[in-house]
């Protein structure tokens, strides 16, 4: 079974409003990381948050972990036709090696 | 150049068929994974090895095998292809940390 799980499933907003998306897991991590992916492609690396981070940012994304919930959130600020895509997180369930929730999937209208 | 190749990037094969798919990579990593997708089920890990002779079964390896010919090659074979194997298939590779992911563009296959 999968270590993630994000939500929601899907997600829609206007050209300018941010996007949250939640992802929580069940096991012990080192750490949590989130990819994109544009329809059907593969996926990319967005950012990687340490266990003992709490926060962090890079560009328009932040996100946050809370160790004692099992839980992460992704937030896009000022969200552009561009990122219309799923965003997937991932747990290192054994060291090095990634489990993948079934990702969230953003639609952003104009 | 793409950082990880995947070959070929559609394929159609008949029930019963035997099919590799190739992966290459050019970012020198020692780590390389073979991942399924599937609707709804977001990726499976099938394969993954952490060096030449290094290879391990994931959660859902029945039914495929893998070889890893050097550093930057790792194929995934399906010995006899079968309808639910119809799938989207990803290679990845990363670091020793596993820091980032690099992903190839995907192998879309159909077993008909």
């Known amino acids: 079974s999968q270590q993630g799980e994000e939500d929601p499933q899907a997600l829609s907003i206007q050209e300018g409003e941010n996007a949250t998306m939640n992802c929580s897991y069940k096991t012990s991590i080192n750490n949590l990381q989130w990819y994109r992916q544009n329809s059907g492609r593969g996926l990319v690396h967005l950012i990687l948050?340490?266990?003992?981070?709490r926060e962090k940012h890079s560009g328009r994304l932040r996100v946050t972990l809370d160790t004692s919930k099992k839980s992460s959130s992704l937030l896009i600020t000022a969200s552009r036709a561009a990122d219309t895509a799923s965003y997937f997180c991932a747990t290192d369930i054994l060291p090095y090696k990634l489990s993948f929730g079934a990702g969230t999937t953003v639609t952003v209208r104009a | 150049d793409a950082d990880v190749t995947q070959t070929p990037r559609n394929r159609i094969t008949k029930t019963g068929k035997r099919i590799m798919l190739e992966c290459s990579q050019t970012?020198?990593?020692?780590?390389m994974y073979w991942y399924r997708q599937d609707p709804g089920l977001g990726l499976r890990l099938i394969y993954y090895?952490?060096?030449?002779?290094?290879?391990n079964k994931g959660e859902i390896s029945d039914g495929y095998s893998v070889s890893r010919q050097a550093q930057a090659k790792f194929s995934l074979s399906l010995e006899s292809a079968i309808p639910n194997q119809t799938a989207l298939y990803f290679c990845a590779t990363s670091d020793f940390r596993g820091y980032g992911y690099t992903f190839g563009s995907g192998t879309r296959l159909t077993v008909v």
């Open positions: 970012k020198g990593h020692d780590r």
């Open positions: 948050i340490r266990s003992n981070e």
């Open positions: 090895s952490f060096d030449v002779k290094d290879i």
